[in-house]
């Protein structure tokens, strides 16, 4: 009887402490529960930081070192944003052209005020619209390569890397009668191979050190003006553009060019090309 009584003591224990265990952890995470949200807040909190250093790790170990500055020390000479800073020179370089609504009227604005400057051509448009790659030329610009469909760089191989300079070289060659020398990736991305590569095959890469900042959101004529004289100085390299998408509005960037060019000139600077500014010529065929 006895036994049976400590027997029946030890079942009941061990289902009450069955159902305690079953319970509290149900009440914790039962909805509403400021433990369970607690618990749960700090667990999605853990595993976004886990999510993000993954990412940055992975991204880390994929992406070599694009900073400008090195790519400057290890490329003299073949990667460059800055012309000499000894004499009171700039350069207006334009991206993204040709562009039958606002090319014309860039050029038209450069003529006027007898400036020459340098026109990044996209290879697919210049093979659309070739009458207006001749008038670059003819009217004493020169013409760089600034990829075939304006892809980034840095995410291409090789091979895709070569034949966006190739394309494009070979289209401008058949317009204008020369290989730019000159090449801009757009965004201004390239990775470090890509430019060995350029400099072994007589190309130089040219990025800015004055970024107008009229691709952003169809920037005022002041804004462009004001975007321009924040860090412009002797040598600079500024860039600009005259062609875009489709929802893109440059009249900023056409309005401002008379005043830009009418206060620089008051201060005493000269504008060049780019082939003026770095003392190399446009043509890769020329020595």
Same mark, same amino acid.
């Given at each position: 009887?006895?036994?049976?009584?400590?027997?029946?003591?030890?079942?009941?224990?061990?289902?009450?402490?069955?159902?305690?265990?079953?319970?509290?952890?149900?009440?914790?995470?039962?909805?509403?529960?400021?433990?369970?949200?607690?618990?749960?807040?700090?667990?999605?909190?853990?595993?976004?930081?886990?999510?993000?250093?993954?990412?940055?790790?992975?991204?880390?170990?994929?992406?070599?070192?694009?900073?400008?500055?090195?790519?400057?020390?290890?490329?003299?000479?073949?990667?460059?944003?800055?012309?000499?800073?000894?004499?009171?020179?700039?350069?207006?370089?334009?991206?993204?052209?040709?562009?039958?609504?606002?090319?014309?009227?860039?050029?038209?604005?450069?003529?006027?005020?007898? #400036?020459?400057?340098?026109?990044?051509? !996209?290879?697919? @448009?210049?093979?659309?619209?070739?009458?207006? $790659?001749? &008038?670059?030329? =003819?009217?004493?610009?020169?013409?760089?390569?600034?990829?075939?469909?304006?892809?980034?760089?840095?995410?291409?191989?090789?091979?895709?890397?070569?034949?966006?300079?190739?394309?494009?070289?070979?289209?401008?060659?058949?317009?204008?009668?020369?290989?730019?020398?000159?090449?801009?990736?757009?965004?201004?991305?390239?990775?470090?191979?890509?430019?060995?590569?350029?400099?072994?095959?007589?190309?130089?890469? #040219?990025?800015?050190?004055?970024?107008? !900042?009229?691709? @952003?959101?169809?920037?005022?004529?002041?804004? $462009?003006? &004001?975007?321009? =004289?924040?860090?412009?100085?002797?040598?600079?390299?500024?860039?600009?553009?005259?062609?875009?998408?489709?929802?893109?509005?440059?009249?900023?960037?056409?309005?401002?060019?008379?005043?830009?060019?009418?206060?620089?000139?008051?201060?005493?600077?000269?504008?060049?090309?780019?082939?003026?500014?770095?003392?190399?010529?446009?043509?890769?065929?020329?020595?």
């Amino acid at each position: 009887m006895a036994l049976d009584l400590v027997s029946n003591l030890q079942k009941y224990s061990r289902a009450v402490l069955l159902t305690a265990a079953i319970l509290i952890p149900i009440q914790l995470w039962s909805p509403g529960s400021a433990a369970a949200a607690s618990v749960f807040e700090h667990t999605k909190i853990e595993a976004a930081h886990g999510e993000t250093t993954k990412k940055k790790e992975k991204a880390k170990a994929r992406k070599p070192d694009m900073s400008w500055s090195k790519l400057q020390k290890q490329f003299p000479g073949t990667f460059v944003i800055h012309g000499p800073r000894n004499k009171k020179r700039v350069a207006l370089t334009f991206d993204d052209a040709p562009d039958s609504r606002f090319t014309p009227a860039v050029l038209d604005v450069l003529a006027k005020y007898d #400036v020459c400057a340098t026109f990044f051509v !996209v290879g697919s @448009r210049a093979a659309q619209k070739p009458d207006l $790659v001749r &008038r670059m030329s =003819r009217e004493c610009h020169a013409v760089g390569n600034h990829s075939y469909n304006h892809a980034v760089m840095s995410k291409l191989s090789k091979e895709a890397f070569r034949k966006q300079i190739s394309r494009t070289d070979a289209i401008v060659n058949g317009i204008i009668g020369y290989h730019p020398r000159y090449i801009r990736p757009p965004y201004g991305e390239i990775l470090p191979a890509q430019v060995a590569w350029a400099k072994k095959n007589q190309f130089v890469v #040219v990025n800015w050190d004055v970024d107008s !900042v009229d691709w @952003r959101n169809n920037p005022s004529t002041e804004t $462009v003006l &004001r975007n321009i =004289r924040r860090t412009l100085q002797p040598g600079s390299i500024i860039l600009q553009h005259a062609g875009g998408g489709s929802s893109q509005d440059l009249s900023g960037t056409v309005n401002a060019l008379p005043r830009l060019i009418s206060s620089l000139r008051q201060k005493g600077y000269e504008f060049v090309t780019l082939p003026e500014l770095l003392g190399k010529p446009a043509y890769k065929n020329q020595k």
